[in-house]
């Protein structure tokens, strides 16, 4: 990858430049409008929300305000677990699309699977929301679909039924925790991996270890962190609402991380995992999914 616009492609041919620009956390209003319209300056063309994150609105009404084509930009947004069931998730794409201001996605996931120890009718209710997904897909409103903290038992079972493969796993990825034996299976198995937190939502920008090799190249840890997912195969995508960051974080194609390093990074302590993974159904025990199926 040499530049922001530089793609992966995923298994249905669909381009999707390599760097996204995260919005987890960013409050709508001004601040998501703003931020949006900063990451687009500085040359971001792919941009992350999710219905939880509550900013579509702002996110939409960034993109309109930065003058850069709707064509131009890779837009995705996630499905929540308070519309699992294919009638609602129908409708769960009709509202992020009005939210967002747009008549089509490029990019929906599913946020959360519906894990067993939440309901044992676990891979029912994923079927019956993948299913609103495949209908949205094949209308056009969606170019590509895929899930988000999907395990392999999750992503298999799904299988079974599903006339469409999922296309992409966004998964927590960063030093500190990057889950290798789920990248390795995902991309073995033809999914792009995405990475949430690829800075470990800031909680790794004061390790040592990456202190020691960002001051090598003279680049910042946040730059390191960027750098090892995309040396990962892995997309990234920082969110910051700082211009000055949202820049930095984009400023990553003028130096590689060189094997020892990727070595050294794959091997320094733990550190930033969030806790949430996807067996103890974090979003569920948070929120509490929502399993009416029709
Ligand atoms: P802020 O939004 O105030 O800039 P992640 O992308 O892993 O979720 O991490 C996001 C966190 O890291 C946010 O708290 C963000 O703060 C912070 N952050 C993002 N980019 C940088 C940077 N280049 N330097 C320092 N902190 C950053």
């Known amino acids: 990858m040499k530049s922001l616009t530089d793609v992966f492609t995923l298994s249905n041919g669909v381009q999707i430049p390599c760097v996204g ?26 941009i992350d929300t999710a219905a939880a994150y509550g900013n579509e609105a702002s996110v939409g009404e960034g993109i309109r305000l930065s003058g850069v084509a709707r064509s131009d930009i890779f837009l995705t947004t996630k499905h929540w677990i308070m ?20 008549d089509y996605l490029d990019l929906y996931l599913v946020h ?15 079927a019956a929301t993948w299913a609103g997904f495949e209908k949205m897909y094949k209308e056009g409103k969606i170019r590509a679909i895929g899930v988000s903290n999907y395990l392999p038992e999750q992503i298999l079972a799904l299988e079974e039924t599903a006339t469409v493969k999922p296309m992409v796993n966004q998964i ?3 030093p500190g925790y990057y889950q290798p034996a789920l990248v390795e299976w995902c991309q073995n198995h033809g999914m792009l991996v995405e990475g949430w937190s690829p800075l470990g939502c800031g909680a790794v920008l004061q390790d040592v270890t990456l202190g020691k090799i960002a001051a090598k190249y003279n680049k910042s840890v946040a730059q390191v962190c ?22 930095q974080n984009a400023d990553v194609f003028d130096f590689e991380l060189s094997d020892a390093d990727m070595l050294a990074i794959r091997t320094m302590p733990p550190v930033g995992y969030s806790t949430y993974h996807p067996t103890e159904a974090p979003a ?11």
């Open 112 to 126: 959360w699977p519906c894990v067993e120890k939440s309901n044992p009718n676990w891979k029912e209710i994923n």
């Open 21 to 46: 620009y995260g919005t987890w956390q960013t409050p709508n209003g001004d601040v998501a409008r703003d931020s949006v319209v900063a990451a687009l300056k500085a040359g971001y063309r792919h």
């Open 172 to 174: 927590e990825f960063h």
């Open 226 to 247: 960027v750098r090892f997912a995309l040396q990962s195969d892995v997309l990234p995508m920082p969110k910051s609402t700082h211009a000055e960051r949202i820049a």
């Open 83 to 102: 519309e699992r069931g294919y009638t609602k998730t129908v409708a769960a794409v009709e509202a992020s699309l009005k939210n967002l201001g747009t």
């Open 284 to 294: 569920d025990s948070l929120f509490g999914g929502n399993y009416d199926v029709d």
